[in-house]
């Protein structure tokens, strides 16, 4: 059967060059979105801002050490780092946080947050050994993540001996002045 004896007309596919403008406006109307959004939530890269009081540290596991407790992290120094085994960036930054926990292990708490949970141990565990991190880190801390609005990865906050955010990276000061300026705190 043609078109002819059925009176329907067969449908004409779409040209090369029509393919490419639909191919091209949505990945344009994609990048559109994409700096509208973080034209939106440029103020608040760092998460929570400084001077805003911490969430309690939860995490649905721990390795490299025990949970801390609300006791064990009262008037200490911390320097929370939100990553993920999959984030390049995380592994960039990573040789600076060594360095620094390295230079102020004697005042300074280090411990590391990852979104990911028990079914990623084994990335979790790769991304530790490869990296050299040997601090502190808690797995499946979505919640605590988002109680700091953690939305983007790598994260770093430092908190001062009063429980509220000193630094972040909103900051213009560098990691090291943001753990100087908490030093500082009495």
């Known amino acids: ?75 200490e120094v911390l320097v929370v780092h939100a990553w993920s085994p999959e984030c390049v960036h995380c592994f960039r930054e990573a040789p600076e946080l060594i360095e620094l926990q390295r230079k102020y292990q004697d005042r300074v708490k280090f411990i590391g947050l990852t979104f990911r949970d028990v079914d990623r141990i084994e990335a979790i565990r790769g991304f530790l050994e490869t990296t050299g991190i040997d601090w502190l880190n808690g797995y499946g801390a979505l919640d605590t993540l988002r109680g700091f609005e953690a939305e983007y990865l790598p994260t770093v906050w430092v908190v001062g001996r009063d429980g509220t955010v000193v630094w972040n990276k909103d900051e213009s000061a560098s990691l090291e002045d943001g753990i100087e300026r908490a030093l500082a705190q009495k």
């Open 1 to 75: 059967m043609n078109s002819e004896t059925t009176g329907l007309e067969q449908p004409v596919p779409p040209s090369r060059s029509s393919f490419w403008v639909l191919v091209i406006l949505t990945v344009g109307a994609a990048v559109g979105f994409s700096f509208w959004l973080r034209a939106r939530n440029t103020s608040n890269v760092g998460g929570l801002d400084v001077g805003k009081p911490t969430p309690p540290l939860v995490a649905s596991g721990w390795i490299q050490g025990e949970p801390p407790s609300a006791e064990s992290l009262d008037g």
